[in-house]
């Protein structure tokens, strides 16, 4: 199952149908005045992220130093804002702002960065000398004023300052991860990462003023020395605080801690940490002596945190005995023993739905139900857990909390909230696909009718649940039509392309510069997040060039123009950035500015980046290699060997797990090992292909068989067999090698076993790197084009369960993205995805991702052309 990513949250709130980044909410009527005013004479203003930048004009700032955050909460925030800027403007000192409550409200929300928590004014003193004064002068007009603990940094005093070392500029470099970082320079002068963690250290090479070491003296006074309670292990932080297991050391029992920060972890109804927590212990108050819920023990406050000390229940949550037991994730060869899972189903319900009825009769809701919040002793029983949300049953308000895929609809209130969820538990037991609801309300009675034909439930068991979530004659956008959209033939492919194409050009956005087409929040993470392969403009053009959907002149000007002149700070990787955009780009006939963006992301510090074929060396070794079969450069060629030089020095001096916590096709080691195939394929030599199996073999001491004989990759508490960051990806590239050199381990255990984890009859999304449209184009890889649905029914079957996360945007067939809250139409986790996926068991001619068409070798293996006797594959060099 996909974790839930709570970042998703904040990204709902600007558009009903795609995700969009809070910064969009910036230049509103509500903003502060001072943010929409101009700036002072004499001063510079611009926008950065979700900030306002003010610097005033001939002050030259140094590149990094101690920076003050300014802490604030909602209601006092104009104020502040208003106190900073009279005092910072006559004395021409830099700073930038959050402009709205909005933006301050999100930055701070529960389930924010926590290394962001509480920072809403930023202020660059020039030197230490001036930190000193401002601290001192303005600390003193913001005394007494309320707000969020900034937990990266160091506190002044008691008030709302709070100071760091780090960048003033913004300047960039990898770290040990090969992720690109923000950074600063280290005693030599060498760009190191600029660490933002929760917690604050002040770098090795820099001395700590004095005039700051009382209060790291006072800071570090506050311990848990003292306390009756020795706490064990953390099993969950947020922006509001952690939760904790313990010990009385007076009694022996076992308890667990739940901390609330003040004036932290805000949620949309503005409630802090504390006030829910407030809320949680007056409703365990009066549910006291019921055994469906946790016992009250203790409050205590400890350096201004909040703590709620709870009886521990034993037992898992519900959810996570859902997914060991649901048969729905088994592949295609394993016989599903759905009477036994529904007798176990339908016995949760009726004990959960007896526990929510005994805490009605106290005249409280949970407010919060859903699997997650759910414990089950080893006897059965049902413990409902974190009340935060929880209200009176006479309260009008609307839903304080909410996971995904239980959301209740707005103006529904008191015991309707849990009526609501609760029908929402009825569904997911079976389909966990809840998320769609609020999209789409008619997915109900479509999941109730293919729950009822695949699990003997009673007759009539989902109808009060379609009625509460989709209404009585309730609408629908996706509709039995899709289905029909999804017939793998010729015509239903047709119809596909033609409805997906219509709403991916429908949701276009020619006039925004940092997207084209809407997609994941990773759009926004970096700079040109909107442009590159994965999730941006590239990798939708990719997808309908592929698939025979059509060029489309204007949206291609659209991705020349913004990828000649890219933001500070673009990803260079393939996926992720330049590489993969000259790729396409090429791919589409822009071979001049292709070459150009080539040129760019040549200039600029690729050496450092990680190994992987996502936004590391593998994945700009094999578009090197590309290009020089593409222009004859024996430049480009002596590059991509330089690459592969690099890759494989890394290869020979890392342990035997490679030293990377990721395996798979687009983090682990097997893009190098697809990188060095391709090299064999061109050279003939052996040493590439010893590389390759090294790195293969590498991604492979990170998986596990599990039970059933499906091989997935472990990451200690889930396995994954995705395309992207699991196993199916390991696959194909161990399919490639096999057709160069027979090995018993990868071809009888390895590959086999993949296989089998490509045919699992769920996943919880549509898309293709995590997802089934991954496993659709995986299982469609041994066929000619056109071919896979009608040789192979597993594909025919996968791709109409498609219809499972079939939506519809302005009449026309759309998919969600990941965590599925809102529609998607990138490559990664949309509809553009969903589309290439599809287009490789239906259309006609070839369709692939980038460089991993197979070799002729390899398809010669399966009947499908004679092999050459060069045996060259996709992407060699010429």
Not at 279 to 297: F, N
């Amino acid at each position: 199952m996909t974790p839930v990513d709570m970042r998703y949250e904040a990204y709902c709130l600007i558009d009903p149908d795609f995700y969009d980044t809070p910064a969009r909410a910036k230049g509103g009527s509500d903003d502060f005045e001072l943010a929409r005013c101009p700036a002072p004479d004499g001063w510079v203003r611009s926008d950065l992220d979700s900030w306002v930048v003010l610097t005033p004009e001939g002050v030259d700032l140094p590149l990094q130093g101690w920076k003050i955050h300014v802490s604030a909460c909602l209601d006092d925030a104009r104020n502040t804002l208003t106190a900073v800027w009279d005092y910072c403007v006559p004395r021409r000192v830099a700073f930038k702002f959050l402009p709205s409550e909005d933006n301050l409200l999100l930055s701070n929300a529960k389930y924010a960065p926590r290394e962001a928590s509480g920072k809403f004014v930023t202020i660059y003193p020039a030197d230490e000398a001036q930190l000193e004064t401002v601290l001192h002068e303005l600390g003193s007009v913001l005394a007494g004023r309320p707000g969020p603990y900034v937990l990266s940094d160091l506190r002044w005093g008691s008030g709302p300052l709070y100071v760091r070392y780090g960048g003033f500029a913004l300047r960039t470099c990898v770290s040990p991860d090969g992720e690109l970082v923000p950074a600063i320079e280290d005693a030599s002068g060498r760009l190191v990462p600029d660490v933002r963690g929760p917690a604050f250290r002040v770098p090795d090479w820099v001395t700590l003023p004095a005039f700051l070491e009382p209060h790291l003296t006072a800071r570090n006074s506050t311990t848990v020395a003292g306390l009756p309670y020795r706490i064990e292990s953390a099993l969950h932080f947020s922006n509001g605080g952690g939760l904790y297991t313990g010990q009385d050391i007076r009694t022996g029992q076992r308890v667990v801690l739940k901390e609330a920060r003040p004036y932290a972890g805000l949620t949309l109804d503005c409630a802090d940490a504390v006030t829910r927590q407030r809320r949680e212990r007056e409703a365990l108050e009066r549910l006291r002596g019921l055994d469906c819920v946790p016992a009250l023990l203790d409050h205590f406050v400890l350096g201004e945190h909040h703590f709620l000390v709870e009886e521990f229940v034993d037992g898992p949550t519900l959810n996570s005995l859902f997914v060991e037991r649901c048969p729905l994730v088994l592949p295609e060869t394993e016989d599903m023993d759905t009477v036994a899972y529904t007798s176990w189903a339908v016995d949760m319900l009726d004990k959960v739905e007896s526990a929510v009825d005994a805490v009605h009769g106290r005249g409280m809701i949970v407010g919060d139900l859903h699997a997650d919040n759910m414990l089950v002793r080893p006897d059965g029983r049902v413990v409902l857990i974190d009340f935060e949300g929880a209200a009176d049953v006479t309260d009008q308000g609307d839903q304080r909390l909410a996971a995904p895929g239980f959301v209740v609809p707005s103006g529904r209130t008191g015991i309707d909230i849990d009526r609501y969820a609760f029908a929402c538990l009825r569904f997911f037991l079976f389909l966990p696909l809840t998320g769609l609801f609020p999209i789409d309300a008619g997915k109900a009675r479509q999941f109730a009718d293919e729950i009822s034909r695949t699990f003997p439930v009673p007759r009539g068991f989902f109808d009060d649940a379609v009625r509460v979530i989709a209404g009585e004659g309730a609408g629908t956008r996706a509709g039995s039509g899709t289905q029909a959209w999804l017939e793998p033939d010729r015509q239903g492919w047709i119809r596909t392309r033609e409805s997906m194409t219509a709403a991916i050009l429908a949701s276009a956005t020619p006039d925004r510069d940092d997207r084209l087409f809407p997609g994941d929040v990773e759009q926004f993470a970096t700079s040109g997040g909107g442009l590159g392969l994965a999730h941006g403009a590239a990798g939708v053009l990719y997808a309908l060039d592929a698939v025979g959907a059509g060029r489309y002149p204007d949206h291609e000007e659209w991705l020349v123009r913004h990828a000649l002149h890219p933001e500070p700070g673009m990803r260079l990787g393939f996926y992720d950035g330049l590489h993969g955009i000259a790729y396409v780009l090429d791919r589409l006939g822009h071979r001049d500015v292709a070459m150009k963006v080539l040129d760019m992301a040549l200039g600029e510090q690729w050496q450092q980046l990680g190994t992987d074929l996502y936004g590391g060396l593998a994945g700009i070794g094999l578009n090197l290699q590309h290009f020089a079969a593409a222009t004859g450069d024996p430049a480009l060629r002596d590059a991509a060997f330089s690459v592969a030089g690099i890759v494989a020095d890394r290869l020979g001096s890392a342990g035997a797990d490679g030293g990377s916590p990721y395996a798979g096709l687009l983090r682990g080691a097997t893009g190098p090992a697809l990188m060095f195939l391709r090299l064999h394929e061109y050279t003939g030599d052996p040493e590439f292909l010893d590389l390759a199996d090294r790195a293969l073999r590498q991604d492979l001491r990170h998986c596990v068989v599990r039970e059933g004989g499906a091989m997935e990759v472990d990451e200690g508490w889930r396995t994954l067999p995705y395309l992207g960051v699991g196993s199916a990806g390991i696959g194909l590239v161990l399919d490639d090698y096999v057709a160069h050199r027979e090995d018993a381990l990868f071809h009888e255990a390895a590959a086999d076993a993949i296989r089998q984890a490509t045919t699992a009859r769920f996943f919880i999304q549509s898309g293709l790197f995590q997802g089934m449209a991954g496993m659709i184009l995986c299982l469609s890889r041994p066929y000619p084009p056109g071919t896979a649905a009608q040789r192979d029914p597993v594909v025919a079957e996968r791709i109409r369960l498609l219809s499972r996360h079939a939506l519809t945007y302005q009449g026309h067939l759309a998919f969600p993205g990941d965590q599925l809250m809102r529609l998607s139409t990138d490559l990664a986790t949309g509809s553009a995805g969903v589309l290439l996926a599809v287009g490789s068991a239906l259309h006609d001619s070839p369709v692939r991702l980038p460089f991993l068409a197979p070799s002729e070798r390899r398809a010669a293996r399966h009947g499908h052309i004679p092999p050459s006797p060069r045996g060259q594959g996709g992407g060699e060099l010429p």
